[in-house]
């Protein structure tokens, strides 16, 4: 069983619709949660981070953790074509064990206008 | 101009050819890492650097050798190159402090 499971999709939506992508993981120790956003012939690029269990928003992007039941998400609202990318979820413990950080295989998200 | 370089972006080279592919960082940031990333299978460290007389194996490194040349400079040598070998591999640093992890942009690499 992978450490951290990540649907790969692709997922497909109209533009303007509620996204919501999640990934599950195994390891309870795991206390920091990201989002990485990768664009077709692009390295990732970090979206969202989060500490612990809660709700994380900025603009369109919502993070959201659920320790207790090992489930993290990011929703996107009012999605849009640009949208249109790769999205990692990562995590690790402590944070500046960088080298420790797990990686979700990725979603694909496509958005159509 | 990008932080964080590589070259070549794509190459394609023999089974059994030896290959480099080099990183570098105008980010001064110390920690340096090498992943490749698969299909299905996401990102998988194969070499990480906390300096350049730190190095050491991630989850991967078998077939693969790296160098720091400099702080600001890593590359990653596949020896004898071999098919499974096919992938994206990205650099990436962080800073010693840092929370964060940057890529470059990936260097598409095929073994034929």
């Known amino acids: 069983q992978k450490e951290v499971e990540q649907d790969p999709g692709p997922l497909s939506v109209p533009e303007g619709a509620i996204v919501s992508l999640n990934c599950t993981y195994s390891?309870?120790?795991?206390?920091?949660f990201m989002w990485y956003r990768q664009y077709s012939r692009k390295g990732p690029e970090l979206l969202m981070y989060t500490y612990s269990s809660g709700n994380k928003e900025d603009g369109r992007f919502t993070a959201q953790v659920d320790k207790s039941s090992k489930y993290i998400s990011l929703f996107i609202r009012d999605s849009q074509p640009s949208d249109s990318a790769t999205y990692l979820c990562?995590?690790?413990?402590?944070?500046?064990?960088?080298?420790?950080?797990?990686f979700g295989a990725g979603t694909i998200l496509r958005v159509k206008s | 101009d990008a932080d964080v370089t590589q070259t070549p972006r794509n190459r394609i080279t023999k089974t059994g050819k030896r290959i480099m592919l080099e990183c570098s960082q105008t980010k001064g940031h110390d920690r340096m890492y090498w992943y490749r990333q698969d299909p299905g299978l996401g990102l998988r460290l194969i070499y990480y650097s906390f300096d350049v007389k730190d190095i050491n194996k991630g989850e991967i490194s078998d077939g693969y050798s790296v160098s720091r040349q400099a702080q600001a400079k890593f590359s990653l040598s596949l020896e004898s190159a071999i098919p499974n070998q096919t992938a994206l591999y990205f650099c990436?640093?962080?800073?010693?402090?840092?929370?964060?992890?940057?890529f470059g942009e990936g260097s598409w690499l095929t073994v034929v």
């Open positions: 390891n309870s120790a795991f206390q920091y």
């Open positions: 990562a995590m690790i413990s402590p944070p500046q064990n960088l080298h420790k950080l797990v």
């Open positions: 990436a640093t962080s800073a010693s402090t840092g929370n964060t992890i940057y």
